[in-house]
């Protein structure tokens, strides 16, 4: 990646420089805290404990796809035990010595250890202010519920805050709308990273009530396995999504080589299809079913001889007929397959046509499924602009007024203006691999910058739909 | 007739709850407040139970507040006083009525977990409950008490997973030990967050009183739900294989529902030989897609039986269907085994020998008419000197004759899934259904 911006080192530096005041406050500033001087008992094995957690993340069996965050139950019950400039040496001692993965590696390095040193820092200030410290010591849980609360907001208010500051000034210049877009933008990634966020304080404040009780930190152990567990499944159910997908798209890349098309014909038309399911509003889980819609829809083809699909010369009647099946050939395929839902049916009426000249069923108007509608302009606007074996392929906008043409007889007008508008805004950029570019649910992406540890709030659990 | 394991156990738990229940009567309830809260949190448990998933605890909040609740010895400092029996009467009243709804929605009473839930929380209490109220455990504070309440969990963790293999075991035939490793390979995961839950429930509720109980219940909530979330995925993940597999029966290559059929006689034969689950999920996808090679030829197998095919013919498919598989990017170990299903059998590995016998007796059985199976079983024994491995054609045809036998018992209940968990009660299916 390119070099990091020179005001977003000096950021860095200035966090890191925050995070050493916090850590070890100079006399005479911030004494409000007992200056008894740091407990080291409870410190040292949190500080393992945290460091421990975050190995076995990364690590292979567990593998989660966003380790950082892991472990923040850990660093949270430090907050609810330790004076602050001890919960904020727990941070630093676990999160220092973990290895990087990319370069920069000291300032990531840095960063990373610095807006966890100081969000800890925060939050442990504001559990002591409020008087958290004698309600878990009371046991009185309504009371250290109230104040962990609120000790978990000031965590993610600066956490979010600091993650805000560095996207901002990483991502060159302001997002686009200037100022309120960008407050919008960190308003979300306040939201986001709050669900999870709480459960971790709970998670923290059981640890906190459990040490501090006669049975002390074996207990407080134990709450971790259940969180530990859930973080498990939680990294099997990605890497097995991401498996799923991977299966789905090698399919739909055999049916394009054996069709002769150019490579990624499918994965193209699956993205205009998503285009114009945005431009029409649909919802989220329809546009990403429409998505599936429009990588399938050819799937039929696997059935289809390979002699037909790729012969050159015109076709018999009767092999056109033969051809003509993969829609149905299509739909016996995936009609079992029950998250498609609606995509089952764009893959059967794709080629119908709204005067009701299509195949396979001659379907008219709005008797053809929406869904199948949107693939159908996908599917002839990815068919102009790709290069074939027969044809060269056309510009955009040539294929555009090609579409308008037909738009009526063929298409539905309302598909064909949602993707000229589409395109005239965004443009066309189709993937050329077939990389596992998700769109997150608002398609909104960070920049790959130093912000590595702010995926991981945003990608708990309870962060997704 | 000899009467089956099952029976004893249900017998065991009826007369357990029984005398609990009859105690209880008797002596009244002690520390209702208590017992309502616990009441709650298993019924509430037991709500979120959802049936058919292949998750081995379905309700783990269910599971952990039983277990709580039998290793109480103080709330909020002060002792309690509950007995062992009024644990059990507890929980299994609460449990009952956790289950009303999945009684009135069709789903009928689940009767083995309900008897190992009796059985455990049984177990727990009354090696607890005693001891502790004479104050036994005096000398075991602190740490100590924690640990120690650890180990119990753990003893009874181990012979819950005994006790539910053995129940598999009676209830389906399948032989036992295979059953009690996947039993106890399931533990790390969710038995584990389930036994860590209960043992720090009854520490939390010790220490800050009934509030633990909401409190401390978030984490293994959390956990049951990714769970469900990979479990979901899961079966998408096997849908898609088995619907795309099906290329080759729409391609009209091999005749309707083969695949699924061999991935279904595969797994039982497998499990018969002592196959892990994750071996079982490798044998499954590669069952479903053996045929897959199939796409490349030129023309079609007749009927698409591969198994009459010269040796040298059917290797040529069965590497053109590796290379296939190998392109979807399913895990490896299918496509390796898809493209050594032709090879003799002493050079197989076991999934592929099974693959190649159970493929070979589908053909041959669907072909031979009547009495097809029979004459099909016949040849492959004949053939046991290079094609077909004799242990897998033995396992073959035990699963048959256990399997005429288990529909007859479950009334022609036909297959329905292609695996269903251990605790499923009953597991008959037939070839042809």
């Known amino acids: 990646m390119e070099a990091l911006p020179a005001r977003a080192r000096v950021y860095v530096v200035c966090v890191t420089l925050t995070a050493l005041v916090c850590l070890v406050p100079p006399p005479g500033l911030l004494s409000s805290s007992p200056a008894t001087g740091v407990p080291w008992w409870p410190v040292v094995p949190l500080a393992a404990l945290y460091a421990g957690c975050e190995r076995l993340a990364r690590s292979r069996p567990v593998a989660t796809p966003h380790p950082g965050g892991a472990s923040y139950p850990v660093l949270l019950a430090g907050a609810f035990l330790l004076p602050p400039s001890g919960a904020a040496l727990v941070a630093l001692a676990g999160a220092l010595p973990l290895p990087v993965e990319q370069r920069p590696y000291l300032v990531r390095r840095l960063w990373r250890t610095g807006r966890l040193v100081l969000a800890v820092w925060a939050a442990s200030r504001v559990h002591l202010a409020v008087g958290g410290r004698e309600a878990v010591a009371d046991c009185d849980v309504p009371g250290a519920l109230g104040t962990a609360g609120a000790a978990v907001l000031v965590f993610c208010l600066v956490l979010t805050l600091l993650d805000g500051g560095i996207l901002a000034l990483t991502a060159g210049v302001l997002p686009r709308g200037g100022r309120t877009s960008a407050t919008a933008a960190w308003w979300q990634l306040f939201l986001r990273s709050l669900v999870p966020l709480t459960v971790h304080g709970l998670a923290g404040l059981m640890m906190a009530l459990l040490w501090r009780s006669p049975y002390g930190p074996v207990a407080a152990l134990l709450v971790l396995l259940p969180m530990g567990v859930s973080w498990w499944a939680f990294a099997q159910y990605h890497r097995e999504r991401a498996a799923h997908q991977a299966t789905i798209r090698a399919l739909v890349q055999a049916v394009d080589i054996k069709d002769g098309y150019t490579r990624g014909h499918s994965e193209r038309v699956g993205q205009a299809s998503m285009m114009i399911a945005r431009e029409l509003g649909l919802d989220d889980d329809r546009v990403e079913v429409l998505r599936f819609a429009g990588i399938l829809h050819d799937v039929g083809k696997l059935g289809v001889p390979t002699r037909l699909l790729t012969k050159n010369g015109p076709l018999t009647p009767e092999e056109r007929r033969v051809i003509e099946l993969h829609p149905e050939y299509g739909h016996e395929m995936v009609r079992g397959i029950s998250f498609l839902g609606e995509a089952r049916a764009a893959v059967l009426h794709h080629h119908e046509r709204l005067d009701g000249s299509g195949y396979p069923y001659g379907l008219a108007g709005s008797q053809i499924p929406e869904s199948a509608r949107v693939v159908a302009v996908a599917d002839a606007f990815d068919a102009m602009t790709s290069t074939r074996s027969y044809s060269r392929a056309r510009p955009v906008p040539a294929a555009l007024e090609e579409l308008r043409r037909c738009a009526g007889a063929h298409f539905d007008p309302r598909m064909v203006a949602a993707l000229v508008r589409a395109i005239g805004r965004s443009g066309w950029r189709p993937a050329v691999t077939a990389d596992d570019v998700r769109p997150d649910a608002d398609g909104h992406r960070p920049p790959a910058a130093v912000t590595e540890p702010a995926g991981p709030v945003t990608d708990r659990p309870g962060a997704r739909r | ?433």
Not at chain 2, 13 to 34: D, P
Not at chain 2, 281 to 291: C, F, G, N, Q, R
Not at chain 2, 318 to 346: F, K, N, S, Y
Not at chain 2, 422 to 429: E, I, Q, V, Y
């Open chain 2, 1 to 433: 007739m000899r009467p089956r394991l099952h029976t004893v156990v249900l017998l065991c738990a009826a007369v357990l709850a029984a005398g609990c229940l009859g105690a209880t009567l008797y002596s009244g309830v002690e520390e209702r407040g208590a017992a309502l809260a616990f009441g709650v949190l298993v019924a509430v448990g037991e709500l979120t139970r959802r049936s058919g998933t292949r998750i081995r605890e379905a309700a783990p909040l269910a599971a952990a507040g039983s277990l709580a609740y039998a290793l109480l010895g103080e709330a909020a400092g002060r002792p309690t006083h509950h007995g062992a029996a009024q644990v059990v009467t507890v929980v299994l009243a609460a449990s009952l009525l956790g289950s009303v709804p999945h009684v009135v929605r069709g789903a009928g009473p689940a009767l083995d977990p309900s008897a190992r839930r009796v059985l455990t929380v049984g177990f727990v209490a009354v090696c607890f409950q005693p001891l502790y109220s004479q104050g036994a455990f005096d000398g075991w504070s602190g740490s100590a008490h924690a640990l120690l309440l650890l180990a119990l969990l753990s003893l009874t963790a181990l012979c819950d997973a005994v006790l539910a293999a053995a129940l598999a075991h009676s209830r389906t035939g399948w032989p036992f030990l295979p059953a009690l490793r996947d039993e106890l390979r399931a533990l790390p995961g969710i038995g584990a967050a389930v036994i860590a839950t209960g043992a720090v429930m009854a520490l939390g509720v010790a220490v800050v009183g009934l509030w633990a109980l909401p409190v401390f219940s978030v984490p293994l909530l959390l956990a049951q739900l990714s769970y469900r979330r990979y479990e979901a995925v899961r079966a998408t993940y096997r849908q898609t294989i088995a619907s795309l597999a099906r290329a080759t029966e729409i391609a009209g290559y091999t005749p309707a529902g083969h695949a699924h059929r061999v991935a279904a006689l595969g797994q039982a034969v497998g499990r018969d030989l002592g196959l892990t689950e994750p071996e079982l999920t490798v044998l499954e996808y590669a069952a479903l897609m053996h045929d897959i090679g199939q796409l490349s030829l030129v023309d079609p197998v007749p009927a698409g039986a591969t198994a009459v095919l010269p040796a040298a013919e059917q290797r040529r498919i069965a590497l053109l269907g590796g290379a296939v598989v190998r392109q979807t990017g399913v895990d490896p170990r299918v496509a390796a085994i898809v493209e050594r299903q032709a090879d003799p059998h002493r050079e197989q590995p076991l999934a592929a020998r099974i693959v190649r016998v159970v493929n070979a007796y589908e053909e041959k059985s669907r072909e031979g008419g009547p009495g097809g199976p029979l004459t099909a079983l016949e040849e492959l024994r004949l053939g046991t000197a290079g094609e077909y491995a004799p242990e897998v054609v033995e396992a073959l045809a035990r699963v048959l004759s256990r399997n005429t036998e288990g529909t007859r018992e479950h009334g022609g209940r036909a297959w329905r899934e292609p695996r269903t968990g251990l605790s499923d009660p009953a597991r008959g299916w037939v070839t042809h259904g």
